[in-house]
Nanobody
Framework: QVQLADTGGGLVQARGSLRPSCAHSGRTFTSYVMGWFRQALGKEREFVAAISRNGDNTVVESVKGRFTISTDNAKNTMYLQMNRLKPEDTAVYYC?????????????????WGQGTQVTVSS
């Protein structure tokens, strides 16, 4: 079994920064993809960013240039560096993982999910 623990959310003012992290434990394989999704109040959950174990990555257009996804493979941990945050970035951020090497944006492709961490950006 796989467990994901996402932490590091919080309350920050607009234009501030946060760096949530996601620790991946349990069964491990040499190839996996990890991603971040977010769900704002009253909205559908949406893709934010994803990265494969070999570093291939993609981010959604709305956060490009502000958010950076990275991993520390030795620690089985993924990070989302969020800079120049905006109030519209307020949401619960969920990490997810799937086996394989293909970076995808579809929620249905991901097998395991963290419990979510709240990010609130005040104006």
């Amino acid at each position: 079994q796989v467990q994901l623990a996402d932490t590091g959310g919080g309350l920050v003012q607009a234009r501030g920064s946060l760096r949530p992290s996601c620790a991946h434990s349990g069964r491990t394989f040499t190839s996996y993809v990890m991603g971040w999704f977010r769900q704002a109040l009253g909205k559908e959950r949406e893709f934010v960013a994803a990265i494969s174990r070999n570093g291939d990555n993609t981010v959604v257009e709305s956060v490009k240039g502000r958010f950076t996804i990275s991993t520390d493979n030795a620690k089985n941990t993924m990070y989302l560096q969020m800079n120049r945050l905006k109030p519209e970035d307020t949401a619960v951020y969920y990490c997810a993982s799937r086996w394989g090497m293909t970076v995808t944006q579809s929620q249905s492709d991901y097998d395991y999910w963290g419990q979510g961490t709240q990010v609130t950006v005040s104006s």
